[in-house]
């Protein structure tokens, strides 16, 4: 059995702790292609490792993922 202090280690995945720095290292999943199908259109909101995303396709149809805030506005 694991101590609570190990479980926390184990289990958190935000930026800057064990666990989340070693997902970060791997391809994870986050939002099926059927989803953001279409070239330009709407974007799907993601929350993948504590962050929140935006997935979508651009003009040309590659796939492109984006922290959901503004680094201008701070906004979404």
Request: glycine residues 10%; hydrophobic residues 35%; charged residues 30%.
């Amino acid at each position: 059995m694991l101590s609570k202090q190990d479980t926390e280690t184990l289990t958190r995945v935000g930026k800057g702790t064990p666990m989340g720095e070693l997902m970060r290292r791997y391809w994870v999943p986050a939002v099926f292609s059927h989803q953001i199908a279409r070239p330009d259109g709407p974007p799907v909101r993601v929350k993948l490792m504590g962050e929140r995303l935006v997935a979508f396709r651009d003009s040309k149809g590659r796939v492109g993922l984006l922290d959901e805030r503004c680094p201008h506005r701070t906004a979404s």
